[in-house]
């Protein structure tokens, strides 16, 4: 599944969507969703179920996993 993490610039978890898109259209009206100046988006493929946890720290400290091995990968 497709999501998007925001962090700040000590890379603390600020937020998640599902999805890689931060803009919406349905007919006249158009939303986006942007971050103050610090923040950083990444883009992440994570697993499938993560969708269906309702437990809030297991599911950031998913979240956490996932971040920190996309973190890793980049020079």
Request: net charge negative; glycine share 10%; proline share 3%.
């Amino acid at each position: 599944m497709k999501m998007t993490i925001i962090t700040d610039d000590q890379n603390n978890i600020l937020g998640a969507v599902q999805g890689h898109s931060l803009t919406d259209k349905q007919g006249q009206v158009e939303a986006s969703v942007s971050f103050a100046p610090g923040h950083t988006t990444h883009m992440l493929e994570v697993d499938d179920d993560l969708g269906t946890i309702n437990d809030i720290d297991d599911f950031q400290g998913r979240l956490k996993q996932h971040l920190d091995q996309h973190l890793a990968g980049k020079p």
